[in-house]
């Protein structure tokens, strides 16, 4: 089966490679050329494409499904306007971007104008999904999601995607994990915290790897803060975290008129600029760093 991939950055490029991987035809398109040319390199069957004409093109008569790995906004709306004239009736767009819901419910409608069917989806595994595989949540026509499991299927590790309702309920599914992720990361960053106040020196990578094989707080994201911990340049990061979620996510508690009172205090960490819980604000920095490839500045 054939898919586009547009935008090759941190988690486009590793899907297509997924993909490829596992015998599909993957159309790669990204703005730069250079990610396309790297790509091509890496993998003599991807179709390298250059222009978004090349890329719908390039699927010949076949069921266009064009997969969106772009930033949330204005990145992803200029590029579904661009490709929808390009588009027939019946094709597909999935948009892969961590965006607030009722972006996905707009540009559902605007695709609906067209005849082309839309699907939100939601990705988590950050630079792992190459090798992890990729939790997906999905939102959109169910009637068409036939068209776009076969993908799923490859993308995601056993039992790792879902198919959650119509047009926004993949963004919305998506949000929630995220708001779980700021709650989980301030935890383990003020669990640092504390261990290291203790009157005693505590070791605190010694501390975390104990918990890792059989504690009931043992997970993924503590398995990167210990990663994160052992770096050489750890007491060298910026107590700067950012991140480009935030008000999204505030959005989405808002809209459900929801009670979050611990993902506010992991927002107010983010925001606070003052020296106050530098060690916390590290070890969140540290560890995004690890699952998400995200940039630290020292």
């Known amino acids: ?3 586009g991939i547009i935008g090759l950055g941190r988690m486009g490029f590793y899907m297509a490679e997924r993909l490829l991987k596992n015998k599909h035809e993957v159309i790669a398109y990204n703005r730069s050329p250079e990610k396309t040319r790297a790509l091509k390199r890496k993998y003599k069957n991807v179709i390298a494409a250059y222009s978004l004409a090349e890329t719908v093109s390039a699927f010949g008569g076949q069921k266009r499904i064009v997969w969106l790995m772009l930033p949330a906004g204005k990145a992803t709306d200029d590029m579904i306007d661009a490709l929808l004239p390009l588009l027939q009736k019946g094709d597909i767009i999935v948009n892969g971007a ?5 972006q996905a419910q707009t540009q559902a409608k605007r695709c609906q104008k067209y005849g082309v069917h839309f699907f939100d989806a939601g990705v988590s595994g950050g630079i792992w999904g190459l090798t992890r595989g ?15 499991e076969p993908f799923c299927k490859t993308l ?12 926004g309920a993949g963004h919305f599914v998506k949000s929630v994990h995220n ?5 989980y990361l301030q935890g383990l960053a003020e669990g640092m915290e504390l261990l ?10 010694k501390a975390a790897k104990t918990w890792q094989p059989a504690s009931i707080v043992s997970s993924a994201l503590l398995d990167w803060m210990v990663m994160g ?17 935030m008000e999204e996510l505030q959005e989405t508690v808002q809209a459900v008129q929801g009670f979050a009172p611990a993902f506010e205090t992991a927002v107010a960490t983010r925001r606070d600029t003052s020296k106050k819980f530098a060690l916390g604000k590290r070890v969140i920095a540290a560890t995004r760093r690890e699952f998400g490839g995200h940039a630290v500045s020292s």
Request: cysteine-free; charged content about 20%.
């Open 1 to 3: 089966m054939t898919i």
């Open 98 to 102: 961590n965006a607030f819901y009722r």
């Open 134 to 148: 990729y939790a997906l949540m999905i939102g959109g026509p169910q009637n068409q999601f036939k068209f776009i």
């Open 156 to 167: 995601a590790p056993k039992n790792g995607y879902g198919y959650f309702g119509a047009s």
């Open 179 to 183: 708001i779980i992720e700021y709650v």
């Open 196 to 205: 290291a106040g203790f009157e005693q020196r505590i070791d605190l990578v």
């Open 229 to 245: 911990l052992a770096r050489k340049d750890f007491k060298t990061i910026s107590t700067e975290i950012g991140s480009v979620t």
